[in-house]
């Protein structure tokens, strides 16, 4: 495991949601759901997808029948996002996997799950997991062709006191350029900033259609 998940694990599980109760992270993640668009029955890889934040939203955009398929490398988070699940009525909808995404193709294969996906979901996974651009490039691998791929993340072009803070509370490196993969291999690549007018740092969300 990284030790990025071990500190979401022993720390940062502990005041993630709380932490993450901000306007401006509400709409970020509204906006990234609505850039899927997936039809009913679709299915949905979700990397690193934590405590489960978005799963009420993306099971709203999938309808009646489709299927998120959640991976985590904590625990911790991972457990919080099951009991949301079971609260909210949609626990039969979603396989977690607990593992490193590093190790993305074996976790699918070992779960029966590594027929390609018609989304794929990154949400403030690829500041933080080490050697993002390759758990993306086997991420989008996984992606049928004519899928849509969707990330949100933060991205920060200078220090501060807060990059340092968010460093260490979530072992986050917003300094990474995590939309360019996408924006060099994907068609239809679309891209928002949160707040509108990029500053020195801003949320963005980025979506493409893989050729
Ligand atoms: C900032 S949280 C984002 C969670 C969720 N996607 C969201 O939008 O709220 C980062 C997540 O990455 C997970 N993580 C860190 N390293 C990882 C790894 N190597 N493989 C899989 N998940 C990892 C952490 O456990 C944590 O849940």
Redesign the pocket.
Known sequence: ??Y??KL??LL??RF?DKQ?DLELVHEA?RCVVSGIKVGPGARVL?????????QPLLIEALGETGQIVA????IE??NQAKVRAQEQGYADRVVFIH????KLDLLLRDAGEDDEFDALF????L????DWRR?FETAYEHLKVGGRCSI?DSYWSKSSITHWLVRSL???DSKRPTFEPLREIAAEYQVEFLPPAPQDSFFFVASGTKK
């Open positions: 495991m990284s990025a998940s979401y694990d940062t599980s993630y993450m993640r979700e990397v690193g997808c934590g405590s489960g934040l978005n991976l985590d490398a904590s988070m991972l593992g490193d995404a590093r990154l949400t403030l996974i500041t933080v997991v080490p758990v949100m979530y072992a986050a």
